[in-house]
Antibody, heavy 119, light 106 residues
Framework: QLQLQESGPGLVKPSQTLSLTCTVS??????????WGWIRQPPGRGLEWIGS???????QYNPSLKSRVTISVDTSKNQFSLKLTSVTAADTGVFYC???????????WGQGTLVTVSS | DIQMTQSPSTLSASVGDRVTITCRAS??????LAWYQQKPGKAPKVLIY???SLQSGVPSRFSGSGSGTEFTLTINSLQPDDFATYYC????????FGQGTKLEIK
């Protein structure tokens, strides 16, 4: 059974960079045709797709966040990572990593990790 | 950007009821639409993809329909486990979610 697990600091200061890693287990991140993505959810609000990456490094980013986002992949560790720069309180929320299936739906999700932006 | 608008925002219903949630896209997305269920403190779970295809393992009381800009999620014979928040998501152009519909117990 595929499992995804987010990790990283739960508190980030304003103007700094938010960095998270997603570790994939029970399957290979190098499987062809899949994208590995990040989705966030501000407290009490809806879901926002941040971006996605393939095992070979092809990326897609939400145009509204593109200038601040970098997603990378490390196939040797079966991990992919998110960096979001110049964060503000508006970036506070639960961050999920997820697999985008061949059908283009997000079919496997991590449990989510809460990141708070505060001084 | 494609905007997704769900209605209603909140829906009160009883066990055994049939409920319908509507999702409208700001432009045509063909049938590139999915529905997710999310419970408090949990990650979303996909129910429906390509507007009307049932994801493996999802009970048949869930169904989806629509194309173009208007879509519906129907739940027949509501079960206690179905009280949750539901999101639609388009994947015609990148990925955008609706604002959610909270299904509450009446």
């Amino acid at each position: 059974q595929l499992q995804l697990q987010e990790s990283g600091p739960g508190l980030v200061k304003p103007s700094q960079t938010l960095s998270l890693t997603c570790t994939v287990s029970g399957g290979s991140i190098s499987s062809s045709g899949y994208y590995w993505g990040w989705i966030r959810q501000p407290p009490g609000r809806g879901l926002e797709w941040i971006g996605s990456i393939t095992y070979s490094g092809s990326t897609q980013y939400n145009p509204s966040l593109k200038s601040r986002v970098t997603i990378s992949v490390d196939t040797s560790k079966n991990q992919f990572s998110l960096k979001l720069t110049s964060v503000t309180a508006a970036d506070t929320g639960v961050f999920y990593c997820a697999r985008r299936a061949l059908s283009e739906i997000f079919d496997y999700w991590g449990q989510g990790t809460l990141v708070t932006v505060s001084s | 950007d494609i905007q997704m608008t769900q209605s209603p925002s909140t829906l009160s219903a009883s066990v055994g009821d049939r409920v319908t949630i509507t999702c409208r896209a700001s432009q045509s997305i063909s049938t590139w639409l999915a529905w997710y269920q999310q419970k408090p403190g949990k990650a979303p779970k996909v129910l429906i993809y390509k507007a009307s295809s049932l994801q493996s393992g999802v009970p048949s009381r869930f169904s989806g329909s629509g194309s173009g800009t208007e879509f519906t999620l129907t739940i027949n014979s509501l079960q206690p486990d179905d009280f949750a928040t539901y999101y639609c998501q388009q994947y015609n152009s990148y990925y955008t979610f609706g604002q959610g519909t909270k299904l509450e117990i009446k």
